[in-house]
């Protein structure tokens, strides 16, 4: 099984939807992570987690709101989803703070909003 | 602020290397590091360099870092069919958040 599994892997939705993408790890690790990918611009973060109680915004965070349910549960909801939100998701995980800050990434979300 | 670069698109013959080249901004990061993208899956880390070297290697792969001109590169050797990819260059950053902050990535293309 995967260290890092997000669902579903596929969806499309239609403007205005609310919409939920789940995020559960295996790692044991503190901080979560959600980025979004789309082509020619890398990864950019979306929001960010240090446990249950700790919620920080990324550097694009408008449009979305996250919920840590547990230290194994992340999960990333578009309120009302527009097409310019169509994109690839991903859900990582890391150790964090102060040492090697490797990022274990899940499968990744593909998102279509028509 | 925070700015990773890297070319888009790069295009080898197999049993040629690869050199996939990365700027950035933030002196200050710690870690640098490497991840690779196949087609329809996550990222997985292939390599990384702690900011005070300058040199790296593991297997096919070298990392070079000149902290001088903030410039990083990854050269695989002998490339193979299987190395096609997106390659994705990232930084720590400053902060102490675990956060990375990526290039835009560089598909690598290798042909027989």
């Known amino acids: 099984d995967a260290d890092v599994t997000q669902t579903p892997r596929n969806r499309i939705t239609k403007t205005g939807k609310r919409i939920m993408l789940e995020c559960s790890q295996t790692?044991?690790?503190?901080?979560m992570y959600w980025y979004r990918q789309d082509p020619g611009l890398g990864l950019r973060l979306i929001y960010y987690s240090f446990d249950v109680k700790d919620i920080n915004k990324g550097e694009i965070s408008d449009g979305y709101s996250v919920s840590r349910q547990a230290q194994a549960k992340f999960s990333l909801s578009l309120e009302s989803a527009i097409p310019n939100q169509t994109a690839l998701y991903f859900c990582?995980?890391?150790?964090?703070?102060?040492?090697?800050?490797?990022?274990?990434f899940g499968q990744g979300t593909r998102l279509t909003v028509v | 602020g925070e700015d990773v670069e890297q070319s888009l698109f790069l295009s080898v013959r197999e049993g040629d290397s690869s050199v996939i080249n990365c700027t950035y901004t933030d002196s200050s990061s710690t870690y640098l590091y490497w991840y690779k993208q196949e087609p329809g899956a996550g990222l997985q880390l292939l390599t990384y360099i702690f900011s005070n070297m300058d040199m790296k290697q593991d297997q096919r792969l070298t990392v070079l870092l000149n902290k001088k001109d903030k410039h990083l590169s990854l050269r695989i050797a002998d490339t193979q069919t299987g190395d096609s990819a997106i390659y994705f260059c990232?930084?720590?950053?400053?902060?102490?958040?675990?956060?990375?902050?990526f290039g835009q990535g560089t598909t690598l293309q290798v042909k027989p």
């Open positions: 790692k044991g690790h503190d901080r």
């Open positions: 990232a930084e720590s950053g400053s902060s102490n958040t675990g956060k990375l902050i």
């Open positions: 990582a995980t890391s150790e964090g703070g102060g040492r090697n800050t490797e990022a274990f």
